[in-house]
Nanobody, 127 residues
Framework: QVQLVESGGGSVQAGGSLRLACATF????????MGWFRQAPGKEREGVAS????????SYADSVKGRFTIFRDPAKGMLYLSMDSLKPEDTAMYYC????????????????????WGQGTQVTVSS
């Protein structure tokens, strides 16, 4: 079992920056990949970014490429999402997720590939 706890959400004006953090607990040594997802009201959950825990390969949704960066601090058991040049359309609940499955990093992460989820942290970007 893996437990995930997100933090770092908040309200920011368009063009601003935020850094989300995800703390991992439990049987983390078998995790193959981790990812960030988001869900806005009335919309489906969208894969934002993913990272392989061994090789460090990453993938991003086209909508966030060049603005968001996913990275890890394995020694601290932490996953991060650095978000720059935020836009109102980035407003959503953001979720951290983990998987024991091998990821296809040629595409953005897919929710059905992840079995462990955090409770989410809200990001609101005002224009």
């Amino acid at each position: 079992q893996v437990q995930l706890v997100e933090s770092g959400g908040g309200s920011v004006q368009a063009g601003g920056s935020l850094r989300l953090a995800c703390a991992t607990f439990g049987y983390t040594w078998s995790i193959y990949g981790m990812g960030w997802f988001r869900q806005a009201p009335g919309k489906e959950r969208e894969g934002v970014a993913s990272i392989e825990t061994l090789g460090g390969s990453v993938s991003y949704a086209d909508s966030v490429k060049g603005r968001f960066t996913i990275f890890r601090d394995p020694a601290k058991g932490m996953l991060y999402l650095s978000m720059d040049s935020l836009k109102p359309e980035d407003t959503a609940m953001y979720y951290c997720a983990a998987t024991y499955k091998k990821l296809d990093v040629s595409i953005p992460p897919m929710a059905e590939d992840f079995g462990y989820w955090g409770q989410g942290t809200q990001v609101t970007v005002s224009s």
